[in-house]
């Protein structure tokens, strides 16, 4: 993935593109239909555009640089000249708030049954059932979102494995649905979530979101329990291994391929420092990471972890800016 670019061009393209209604739809969804308010419209900024942008960039350019597509595939199913409007309106919604968040899950599943067997939809629909467990306040409803979603990626990655996206939210949706198991399944989730990881990289080596879910991982290992790692003995022959190092140099990748990625990714950061002994780095890095706005659920998670860095290390030394801090970290 590369910084964040203009929108102006996918606003174009989807400006002549069918909107594809999200109405009359049966789903988990309407269970929230109550609840749905307008709160979070405005949410969408430069710093809530994280995937979705290049994914519609990335399939404008297949359709532009490509042979034009034929209707239907050779096994039968629709072509991407058939389904791009919908892929690209699925990629704007899913960059909006919450309210948008909901119409794009409604959209895709009720488009399930006419482009469920492309991969490229696929995946959207596994993001998707992401972005609604992230949503989602009930436990139950949680863990329902996150299993489903896993299927829905693992079907697209059954239609190939070449894909870094499906690898991506293969992975995310393992991690999210291992938040509501027990010890033991936590950590076999937490292999396929490495494994992943590692393939979307090696499909997508730019992708800050990728390094960003590495270095995440190397920060759980990293503090993993006595029992956790006694488990994980028990039930791989390697278990798993990292450090805050490690760690701290996949956030600082992420941060270095797109500044601002994520407000969870610079608190990240911080706390490797001070486990590192740098605190002047990690100050800065606390200083960096108030300048962003909550954009997941995890940023706003993290405001109580900004506090206590904040008095863990006192207040700010003066400094110029990130230019300078990368400088100094290099």
């Known amino acids: 993935m590369q910084p964040r670019s203009s929108s102006h061009g996918l606003r174009a393209a989807t400006a002549h593109c069918p909107q594809y209604t999200t109405a009359n739809a049966e789903s988990d969804y309407e269970r929230d239909s109550d ?41 039968g199913s629709p072509g991407l000249e058939d389904v791009l409007p919908l892929l690209l309106q699925a ?40 972005d609604m467990c992230e949503l989602a306040e009930e436990v139950s409803e949680k863990k329902s979102y996150a299993q489903n979603g896993k299927e829905e990626a693992e079907a697209a990655l059954e239609k190939g494995d070449q894909s870094a996206d499906c690898h991506q939210w293969y992975a995310v949706l393992c991690g999210q649905l291992a938040e509501h198991e027990g010890i033991q399944k936590r950590i076999q989730s937490g292999f396929s979530f490495k494994e992943h990881v590692d393939k ?16 995440r ?23 798993p291994s990292a450090t805050v ?25 911080s706390k490797c420092y ?20 909550d954009v997941t659920s995890e940023d706003s998670a993290f405001q ?27």
């Open 245 to 269: 190092e490690d760690a701290l140099q996949s956030f600082l990748k992420a941060e270095e391929l797109q500044p601002g990625f994520s407000k969870a990714g610079r608190v990240y950061i």
């Open 217 to 239: 991982w190397c920060y759980q290992v990293a503090h993993l329990s006595w029992l956790e790692k006694k488990t994980a003995s028990a039930l791989f022959e390697s278990p």
């Open 274 to 293: 001070r486990e590192l002994g740098k605190n002047s780095e990690a100050r800065q890095w606390v200083k960096l990471a108030m300048e962003l706005p």
């Open 35 to 75: 609840r749905e308010t307008e709160d979070g419209e405005d949410e969408a900024s430069c710093e809530t555009v994280k995937m979705g942008r290049k994914d519609s960039l990335d399939l404008a350019a297949e359709v532009a640089s490509g042979p034009v597509p034929r209707a239907l595939e050779a096994d």
């Open 200 to 215: 979307a990289l090696a499909l997508q080596p730019e992708n800050p979101m990728a390094h960003f879910l590495l270095g």
């Open 91 to 130: 990629d704007e919604l899913h960059q909006g708030g919450e309210q948008r968040k909901r119409e794009g899950f409604q959209l895709l599943l009720n488009n399930k049954l006419a482009y469920g067997s492309r991969q490229d939809f696929l995946w959207r629909l596994a993001r998707a059932y992401s």
């Open 304 to 330: 109580k972890d900004l506090e206590e860095l904040e008095v863990i290390l006192g207040h700010y030394p003066h400094f110029s800016g990130l230019h300078d801090l990368r400088n100094s970290t290099t």
